[in-house]
T-cell receptor
Framework: NAGVMQNPRHLVRRRGQEARLRCSPM?????VYWYRQLPEEGLKFMVY????????ESGMPKERFSAEFPKEGPSILRIQQVVRGDSAAYFC??????????FGPGTRLLVL | QQQVKQSPQSLIVQKGGISIINCAYE??????FPWYQQFPGKGPALLIAIRPDVSEKKEGRFTISFNKSAKQFSLHIMDSQPGDSATYFC???????????FGKGTKLSVIP
């Protein structure tokens, strides 16, 4: 039973470019969460999605960030016009219920 | 209100010793408290979790102690091993909120 999968594992972008991060939840999990981790910090909640629905995006920056979880395919976290402050590790988690969240290996985004 | 405070920031323990990491919270609405273990370059892995109606939970060498009146909980790692060297995060969850609130993490080093 494969765990949560994320790709790419590392992503380098120049300022102003777009970053697309993908997450495939564990089989049978319908809840997907995105968290951001800055160096030496804990994870900060960004958004919670179910298939085709954004349930809670209270942790998402209001501009440039968006997320989706389509009926088919992985969940996507999209960052438009990236800035240096977007450099971080982005983790996706999935769960069969709401509490027990299993994390993927993360995508390390570096903005030059 | 949403904050979880974790200490110490770093911890060095000799092999065979006991590692103790503490967390405190303010919001009494938190009702689920997981601990995560994260190795460098990896995602956080769920280690053990507790609810406030239980004062202690043990799984192998890992024990959570929970003090509801003091709003504190701690992770004890018995017989610490070099392979336990990792960053440990406490977290808390409010039923119906969808998001985990994480502490800032404790970097544990177990030396031979």
């Amino acid at each position: 039973n494969a765990g949560v999968m994320q790709n790419p594992r590392h992503l380098v972008r120049r300022r102003g470019q777009e970053a697309r991060l993908r997450c495939s939840p564990m089989k049978g999990h319908s809840h997907v969460y995105w968290y951001r981790q800055l160096p030496e910090e804990g994870l900060k909640f960004m958004v919670y999605l179910q298939k085709e629905n954004i349930i809670d995006e209270s942790g998402m920056p209001k501009e440039r960030f968006s997320a989706e979880f389509p009926k088919e395919g992985p969940s996507i976290l999209r960052i438009q016009q990236v800035v240096r402050g977007d450099s971080a590790a982005y983790f996706c988690a999935s769960s069969p219920d709401v509490e027990t969240q299993y994390f993927g290996p993360g995508t390390r985004l570096l903005v030059l | 209100q949403q904050q979880v405070k974790q200490s110490p920031q770093s911890l060095i323990v000799q092999k065979g010793g006991i590692s103790i990491i503490n967390c405190a919270y303010e919001n009494t609405a938190f009702d689920y408290f997981p601990w995560y273990q994260q190795f460098p370059g990896k995602g956080p892995a769920l280690l053990i979790a507790i609810r406030p109606d239980v004062s202690e939970k043990k799984e192998g060498r890992f024990t959570i102690s929970f003090n509801k009146s003091a709003k504190q909980f701690s992770l004890h790692i018995m017989d610490s091993q070099p392979g336990d060297s990792a960053t440990y995060f406490c977290a808390a969850y409010i039923a119906g909120s969808y998001q985990l609130t994480f502490g800032k993490g404790t970097k544990l080093s177990v030396i031979p």
